[in-house]
T-cell receptor
Framework: AQKVTQAQTEISVVEKEDVTLDCVYE???????LFWYKQPPSGELVFLIR??????QNEISGRYSWNFQKSTSSFNFTITASQVVDSAVYFC??????????????FGGGTRLMVKP | DTEVTQTPKHLVMGMTNKKSLKCEQH?????MYWYKQKAKKPPELMFV?????LSINESVPSRFSPECPNSSLLNLHLHALQPEDSALYLC???WGQGNQPQHFGDGTRLSIL
């Protein structure tokens, strides 16, 4: 069975601080996919990034960066110079199915990030 | 703006009412999903449609009835709901393969009186 753990339920930082959101996963498959989503108060889940299990390159997109370490089954997300607009709930998710029947996402519990001015 | 449109945004209904939630996407995606999300919890998968056919039903009570009239539309028919069914209902769509991200709508906030 697959499992995603986000140990930090809530994080509070002051604007311009850097913050890292942790994600640890469990799966028996050798091929899998990891995702990060952002859910602002409006409710919509916004797709941020996808990572394939066979691609361990880290990625940077503006103030966002992701550190994928297969050896520790972690896929952590760092926001540099946080802003108030970054306040949201962030979900890490794992997908194993690779067919055309639709992919099932296993979500972590989410981390609520509050960025104070 | 989201590319997955859900209506209505808010719905209040009594336990004896019948209502429907609607979801529409025009990205050509072949898979569509319904999720239920309670406060401070992650989304829970309810149903998956692939190529307009129900492919996954996560043991959802029969008072929730999904329908996929065509590849762009997904409905969720509600009947005789319970107060514990109050939640945010999210629709999503994707190309269907495991490596493809799901794109979510804004959701419908449902309150059962």
């Amino acid at each position: 069975a697959q499992k995603v753990t986000q140990a930090q339920t809530e994080i509070s930082v002051v604007e311009k601080e850097d913050v890292t959101l942790d994600c640890v996963y469990e799966t028996r498959d050798t091929t899998y996919y990891l995702f990060w989503y952002k859910q602002p108060p409006s409710g919509e889940l916004v797709f941020l990034i996808r990572r394939n299990s066979f691609d361990e390159q880290n990625e940077i997109s503006g103030r966002y960066s992701w550190n994928f370490q297969k050896s520790t089954s972690s896929f952590n997300f760092t926001i540099t110079a946080s802003q108030v607009v970054d306040s949201a709930v962030y979900f890490c998710a794992l997908s194993e199915i690779d067919n055309n029947a639709g992919n099932m996402l296993t979500f972590g519990g989410g981390t609520r990030l509050m960025v104070k001015p | 703006d989201t590319e997955v449109t859900q209506t209505p945004k808010h719905l209040v209904m009594g336990m004896t009412n019948k209502k429907s939630l609607k979801c529409e996407q025009h990205m050509g995606h072949r898979a569509m999903y319904w999720y239920k999300q309670k406060a401070k919890k992650p989304p829970e998968l309810m149903f998956v449609y692939s190529y307009e056919k129900l492919s996954i039903n996560e043991s959802v009570p029969s008072r929730f009835s999904p329908e996929c009239p065509n590849s762009s539309l997904l409905n969720l028919h509600l009947h005789a709901l319970q107060p514990e069914d109050s939640a945010l209902y999210l629709c999503a769509s994707s190309w269907g393969q495991g490596n493809q991200p799901q794109h979510f709508g804004d959701g419908t906030r449902l309150s059962i009186l």
